[in-house]
């Protein structure tokens, strides 16, 4: 198999799971709200949630060809 391709699977797969990280780690955040704590706007939960999404959607696009990948050698 070419290392490309695997390379291109890598990055789908990798930025898929940060994406449903996100988002598992937002809907605790916002149960964790629900039971009465209040949460400050923008905390260390939300500062993760915007780095993973970021990350994860930009492997995503690396994986999916948009954005086009280094030489890698």
């Known amino acids: 198999m070419n290392i490309l391709v695997l390379?291109?699977?890598f990055f789908?797969?990798?930025g898929a799971v940060l994406v449903?990280?996100?988002l598992l780690q937002l809907r605790l955040r916002l149960r964790a709200k629900d039971e009465g704590?209040?949460?400050r706007p923008f905390d260390a939960t939300?500062?993760?949630v915007l780095l993973?999404?970021?990350v994860g959607i930009?492997?995503?696009l690396v994986g999916a060809g948009v954005?086009?990948?280094t030489r890698m050698m």
Request: glycine share 0%; hydrophobic share 60%.
């Open 52 to 54: 993973f999404t970021t």
């Open 20 to 22: 449903a990280i996100a």
């Open 67 to 69: 954005i086009p990948m």
């Open 46 to 48: 939300m500062v993760r």
């Open 37 to 39: 704590s209040r949460p």
């Open 12 to 14: 789908v797969w990798s």
């Open 58 to 60: 930009l492997a995503i």
């Open 7 to 9: 390379a291109h699977r």
